[in-house]
T-cell receptor, first 118, second 115 residues
């Protein structure tokens, strides 16, 4: 079974600075997707960024980028120029790309709570 | 609809009562998922459907929990004889298929409190 581990329960960053959130995962599959979801105090689940495992290039979405290391099974999220609105719970998630593999559902880590100091 | 819609948004019930939580996925989405999220934790998979077929119910904690999606669209998660430990946020998500580019779209959740 696949597992996702976020080893940092809480992180803090100064406004305008950069922070990296860590995520590791375990799988025997070769094709899959990885995600970072953001959950603000409103408790919505907002997709931040997605990475397909077959793509070597790291995904980037504006101030958000990932460092995907497939061999190491590592998928960290870098937030540049941090803003107060980035304060939230961040969840790393894994999804199999095989129909029927893990039944297609997302497997989440326990989350990292990010605080942004003004 | 434009997004995944869940109702009720908040439900307070007494121990022993049955509750039904509803999810209306994005129109055209084949796959529908139910998750449970305790405070301070990540979402935990409960069950999922492709069309009306329940593909996996391995995450349902016990036989008090059941789910259906009879016409392949709206789904209902039912909890019978609720217990205080059932208190949590219950989230529904949908996706185009079970193996597309990967994104699940989440509803805002139904917060259940069992007194």
């Amino acid at each position: 079974a696949q597992t996702v581990t976020q080893s940092q329960p809480e992180m803090s960053v100064q406004e305008a600075e950069t922070v990296t959130l860590s995520c590791t995962y375990d799988t025997s599959e070769s094709d899959y997707y990885l995600f970072w979801y953001k959950q603000p105090p409103s408790r919505q689940m907002i997709l931040v960024i997605r990475q397909e495992a077959y793509k070597q290039q790291n995904a980037t979405e504006n101030r958000f980028s990932v460092n995907f290391q497939k061999a190491a099974k590592s998928f960290s999220l870098k937030i540049s120029d941090s803003q107060l609105g980035d304060a939230a719970m961040y969840f790393c998630a894994y999804r199999s790309a095989y129909y029927g593999g893990s039944q297609g559902n997302l497997i989440f880590g326990k989350g990292t709570k990010l605080s942004v100091k003004p | 609809g434009a997004g995944v819609s869940q109702s009720p948004r908040y439900k307070v019930t007494k121990r022993g009562q049955d509750v039904a939580l509803r999810c209306d996925p994005i129109s055209g989405h084949v796959s529908l998922y139910w998750y449970r999220q305790a405070l301070g934790q990540g979402p935990e998979f409960l069950t999922y459907f492709n069309y009306e077929a329940q593909q996996d119910k391995s995450g349902l904690p016990n036989d008090r929990f059941s789910a259906e999606r009879p016409e392949g669209s709206i789904s209902t998660l039912t909890i019978q004889r609720t217990e205080q430990r059932d208190s949590a946020m219950y989230r529904c998500a949908s996706s185009l298929t079970g193996a597309d580019t990967g994104e699940l779209f989440f509803g805002e959740g139904s917060r259940l409190t069992v007194l």
